[in-house]
Every structure is written in structure tokens, then in C-alpha cells.
């Protein structure tokens, strides 16, 4: 199992950039799959998902600017980054996770997978 997230670098405030992460060893398709952000001295925070679905939800601080997408022929997803702010300097994670149900009583298990961060620095 890999998830692989690339696309990070250093860019002006205002600029643009977009991360992908690529997915093998599971069934992409059943998966939710979420960008989280950790900066220097701060808690890991949630920044988008979309649902095996494609339903998208954000997190009000990139609302508007931020854009996430799903190829599931790829096994990827994209977050598309507009308008930086050197607030959202910081290491981004992309993550997997599905809940199967095995049983007509509900009973389910979850599977979950973490890949490596890519940086972004947004120069002000």
C-alpha cells in the first residue's frame, strides 16, 4: 500500500500550486481521500476531502481557493491551490480511508493509510 503526494514547493503569496497524491495497493475507488496540513509548531488539520463519491468539503480557511479532484482510472487525487497565503505554508498529507460493512447487523471495519508529506512554503 503507497500514497504518494507530490507537487510541493516554494511560491509567491498570491501564486499557485497543485499537489497530487497517487494510490496503489488498495482499491482506490472505495476510498475517501483528504488533504491535511501540519505547520511548524501547530496540530495536523484537515484542508479538503471528496468521497468515493466526489463529494468535496473544505475547510473554511480555503474555501474559494482551494479545489480537490479525483481520477479514479489514475488513482489519484489533486488539490488545486490558488491564492496562496504564507498561512498556508505548511507540510501537506494526503490520506485514504473507507469503512466496509460486513454484515446485515452493521458491523464494519476501517482501513486507513497516511502518505508522505510534500512541503509548501508561501513567501510573503
Known amino acids: 500500500v503507497q500514497l504518494q503526494a507530490s507537487g510541493g514547493g516554494l511560491v509567491q503569496a498570491g501564486g499557485s500550486l497543485r499537489l497530487s497524491c497517487t494510490a496503489s495497493?488498495?482499491?482506490?475507488?472505495?476510498?475517501?481521500i483528504g488533504w491535511f496540513r501540519q505547520a511548524p509548531g501547530k496540530d495536523r488539520e484537515g484542508v479538503a476531502t471528496i468521497s468515493s463519491g466526489g463529494t468535496t468539503n473544505y475547510a473554511d480557511s480555503v474555501k474559494g481557493r482551494f479545489t480537490i479532484s479525483r481520477d479514479n482510472t489514475k488513482n489519484t487525487v489533486a488539490l488545486q491551490m490558488n491564492s496562496l497565503k504564507s498561512e498556508d505554508t505548511a507540510i501537506y498529507y494526503c490520506?485514504?480511508?473507507?469503512?466496509?460493512?460486513?454484515?446485515?447487523?452493521?458491523?464494519?471495519?476501517?482501513?486507513?493509510?497516511w502518505g508522505q508529506g510534500t512541503l509548501v512554503t508561501v513567501s510573503s
Open positions: 495497493g488498495f482499491t482506490f475507488g472505495d476510498y475517501a
Open positions: 490520506n485514504a480511508e473507507a469503512t466496509y460493512v460486513i454484515n446485515v447487523e452493521g458491523a464494519s471495519y476501517e482501513r486507513q493509510y
